[in-house]
């Protein structure tokens, strides 16, 4: 298995001819104040597997903070395609996060794991956004 894309992103679809369509890459999400609640995300990867590797998967998300601790998950199975032609297969996956809560600005992991095993990660910052000059902080 072969990690190709792991990204997160404000819109993401998928082409009836299987073409994995991005929007707006981000790493950092900007806010005045914590908790922050981000109304909506794409998590988006894309796996490259082995024909040896076709079959069910169990596959998990999770949220981790700068301590490690758990804030979000999500798990479900996928299926792995079979190829018959000697290309290898791939796995694209679209994850909608809606809501998703921030208690704190600092450092968080997204953590894509593939039978148990982490097959991506993807750090996000949240940041305290800078105030224009002459501007007064929210209250």
């Keep these: 298995m072969k990690t190709r894309i792991a990204v997160l ?7 009836i001819d299987h073409k994995l369509n991005i929007m707006g890459i981000f790493t950092t999400i900007n806010a005045p104040q914590v908790p922050v609640v981000h109304p909506q995300m794409k998590l988006v990867t894309q796996f490259e597997f082995d024909a040896s590797e076709a079959g069910q998967r169990p596959m998990r998300v999770t949220l981790v903070d700068d301590d490690g601790h758990e ?9 792995i395609q079979a190829t018959h ?6 796995l694209n996956q679209i994850v909608d996060l809606s809501q998703l809560a921030f208690p704190a600005f600092g450092d968080y992991e997204f953590r894509i794991y593939l039978d148990d095993e982490v097959a991506a990660e993807i750090p996000l910052l949240v940041a305290q956004a800078k105030q224009p000059p002459g501007q007064q902080p929210a209250a």
């Design 9 to 15: 992103a404000d819109y993401a679809s998928l082409s």
């Design 71 to 79: 804030l979000f998950g999500i798990g479900g199975t996928v299926t």
């Design 85 to 90: 032609d000697g290309h290898p297969a791939l």
